[in-house]
């Protein structure tokens, strides 16, 4: 039996992830440590999972053209099928993931960009 074929539709988002000692309260601040930024999205992240897997897979999403190339790329790297990508004149989609170290809890943010076309 061959591999199976997937088809994702959903968001591609460059994530920026701070991990804290803990989350803040509303109207708090909390310093935090490392910032990292991430290729992610709820549809790139479930593509990745699937080709890794060993699905052949096809992404359909939008990114923008700032920072699109670069998702793109790696969602290629990864083996997925990324002809089918829109790119457009919005931005990329960011996410901003706040990371508690103790417990593992998070908060995010997300400003949609490209994906909310």
Known sequence: MG???VV???SINLDLLLRLPRLPAPG??????????AHGGKGAN???AAATAGAVVYLVGAVGAADGDGSVDALAASGVDVSWVRRC?????????LVAD????NQIALAPGATAI
Do not use: F, K, N, Y
């Open 46 to 48: 479930q593509a990745v």
């Open 8 to 10: 994702v539709v959903g």
């Open 28 to 37: 708090e601040t909390v310093l935090g440590g490392e910032l990292t930024r």
């Open 89 to 97: 004149a919005e931005p990329t989609g960011h996410a901003v993931v």
């Open 3 to 5: 591999a199976g074929r």
């Open 102 to 105: 103790d417990t593992g809890e």
